[in-house]
């Protein structure tokens, strides 16, 4: 594993489990990559490299580093997001500030073992698709140095597609996230609103915001999209959004295309034939194409930046307009102050219509799964974007600007690498909460493409085989007496139940002993990284089984979701809170088996 060369989040924590590699290697050879690329303004803020391989040998010290599920990897941060021990500046130095804490989703990141190394240049205040409007300067495409890196996250995408680190965090209000994700053949993951707290980010337009997820897989990215998913009490905009789990690519999958005629590439021939190409992949892959007006979510795009949104983006800097007006990026200034003119009655008209398009969406997906659309119509080099900065960039967003104002979950996935050296992508687009099912065809599709990873020609590893399920069959994750070997396993065989893995559960639950005959463990979920990962089983029962083995479970057991080290997500075995008043927390053994054997030798 050289040091030019891109490993995925897969690859680094299965060599850390293994002992093939130790986070302060990744981490020392992350900085080499960094020394090597030698592009200034990638990173506005750079951790101090002694200081970050002394938290990765830390972190190998853990009794339970093994179990986290981004164990050791190193991952970069949006600017305009709050990590603790960065200035936070949103690529405004005027506007520079200290937090006193992580933003939610950095601190999730951390629990799972990831390492924070760097804050990431971005258009400023995160106004932008192209990634040139930062005094702090212009990242180099990974993929070709003339073209431009795009925005607003430009330091996350190239950081990723040029493999200094396997995942960095965007953002994404009008295609933050998916536009440079094309630009740098990576993955983009823009998940459902309010999916990922967005306690301890600066807005852009507060109630469209989301952080967004830069991988060089969908399976990367699902996984950190698992680690950060979860309502946020701190946030107004959380909601209750479970992930579900990863599937196989479904049956009689409905794709919309949009009809003859609609489509818009600014006369980019080169893009419109790799559009083509792609809906040949998918239809070759088993998907149905089916036709939808695209032109009701083009009026809903031009909502974004013609509507009174934009009074959202004035309200962040309107002190700093009023104080220095000279502070902020010309091009910046002069879109947000338009936020200024906006009345009230603007504001309400265009929410009136607004909901009249969300309903005509609704029904667009009534007989539709999913939306396959260009992630953006065409590409530009960073010279035509300087000659015409506002008109080019609103070009960019003519598929993603209208996603957040119809609250629909979005995966910018890499399709092809055109003849002349530019990447072109796609962009699968469902309602809210279809995150899951984005990934699930995505990765299919992108594993289908055979491209290269990044802009550092590392091939893509076979995909990872899924978790048993079928109509036919469940899977249910078991911890304590119905383990193999254990005292109530016979329950499970006598169902003709079938084991198939032995594995761990995220490090979010804590393990009691209990007062039953015979002796059982109740597991209970605790706030995400502070409890352990409990190790258990996953067993699979037909549904009749299944439903006969729940139904006999006796309180205080109970059956809720379980989130597993992978990310993954299964039914098993949980425990009533009220019960653990006598209870023996024995969460430290790790799991069931282990303190059974302890016990006997005592």
Same mark, same amino acid.
Not at 469 to 483: K, M, R, W, Y
């Given at each position: 594993m050289g040091a030019e060369q891109p490993e995925t989040i897969a690859a680094i924590v299965a060599a850390h489990r293994a002992g093939t590699l130790t986070p302060a290697q990744t981490v020392a050879r992350t900085y080499q990559r960094i020394r090597d690329r030698n592009d200034p303004a990638i990173f506005i803020s750079l951790r101090d490299e002694t200081d970050a391989i002394a938290e990765a040998e830390r972190l190998a010290t853990r009794a339970d580093a093994a179990s986290l599920p981004l164990y050791g990897v190193p991952v970069a941060v949006k600017d305009n997001i709050d990590a603790l021990g960065f200035p936070t500046t949103a690529a405004c130095p005027a506007f520079s500030y200290t937090p006193t804490r992580d933003a939610t989703a950095v601190a999730r990141l951390r629990a799972a073992g990831a390492i924070i190394i760097g804050k990431t240049n971005l258009d400023q205040f995160a106004t932008g698709l192209v990634g040139v409007r930062s005094p702090y300067g212009i990242p180099r495409n990974s993929i070709r140095d003339d073209l431009i890196p795009g925005g607003s996250s430009s330091g996350s995408a190239v950081a990723v597609g040029a493999g200094l680190v396997p995942l960095a965090l965007g953002t994404d209000t009008a295609g933050s996230g998916r536009v440079p994700a094309m630009l740098n053949n990576i993955v983009g993951l823009k998940p459902s609103l309010g999916m990922i707290s967005t306690t301890g980010l600066v807005p852009a337009c507060r109630t469209l915001d989301c952080i967004s997820v830069f991988a060089l897989t969908i399976d990367d990215a699902s996984l950190a999209l698992s680690v950060m998913a979860g309502p946020d009490e701190a946030d107004p905009f959380s909601r209750e959004r479970p992930l579900q789990p990863i599937t196989l690519f479904p049956q009689n999958l409905r794709l919309g295309v949009p009809r003859s005629g609609q489509l818009i590439f600014f006369g980019d021939k080169k893009a419109e034939a790799a559009y083509?190409?792609?809906?040949?992949?998918?239809?070759a892959l088993g998907a149905t194409l089916v036709e939808f007006d695209l032109e009701p979510f083009y009026e809903t795009a031009r909502l974004l930046y013609e509507g009174p949104w934009v009074a959202e983006r004035y309200l962040v800097i309107k002190d700093l307009l009023a104080s220095a007006p000279e502070a902020i990026h010309p091009v910046t200034r002069e879109i947000t102050a338009a936020g200024a003119r906006l009345t009230a009655p603007d504001t309400f008209s265009a929410l009136y219509r607004l909901q009249g398009l969300r309903k005509i969406a609704e029904r667009t997906f009534t007989d539709i799964d999913a939306l396959v659309l260009p992630t953006a119509p065409t590409a530009y080099t960073t010279a035509q974007v300087l000659a015409n900065p506002i008109e080019l960039n609103s070009r960019l967003g003519t598929y993603t600007n209208f996603v957040n104002l119809l609250d629909l979950c979005g995966l910018a996935v890499p399709a092809s690498m055109r003849a002349d050296g530019i990447p072109f992508g796609i962009t699968l687009l469902a309602p809210a909460g279809h995150d899951a099912l984005l990934a699930s065809i995505g990765r299919v599709f992108h594993a289908d493409t055979k491209l290269s990873l990044g802009a550092k020609g590392a091939e893509q590893?076979? !995909?990872?085989?899924?978790?048993?399920?079928?109509?036919?069959? #469940?899977?249910?994750? &078991? &911890? $304590?007496?119905?383990?193999?070997?254990? &005292? !109530?396993?016979?329950?499970?065989?006598? !169902?003709? $139940?079938?084991? #198939?893995e032995a594995t761990r559960t995220a490090p979010d639950y804590k393990l009691y002993a209990l007062n039953t005959t015979p002796p059982k463990p109740g597991m209970l979920r605790v706030e995400t990284g502070k409890g352990a990962a409990i190790e258990l089983e996953i067993w699979s029962l037909s549904p009749s089984a299944f439903g006969q083995f729940v139904n006999a479970i006796p309180a205080p057991m109970a059956i809720g979701t379980v989130r597993l080290a992978d990310g993954r997500s299964v039914k098993g075995f949980l425990v009533e809170p009220e019960v653990l008043g006598e209870a023996r927390d024995i969460t430290a053994y790790g799991g069931w088996r282990k303190y059974v054997a302890e016990a006997a030798k005592a």
């Open positions: 083509a190409d792609a809906l040949k992949r998918w239809a590893a076979p !995909l990872a085989p899924l978790p048993a399920s079928s109509s036919d069959e #469940i899977p249910i994750a &078991v &911890v $304590g007496a119905h383990l193999s070997g254990m &005292v !109530l396993n016979r329950e499970l065989t006598a !169902l003709n $139940g079938s084991l #198939i």
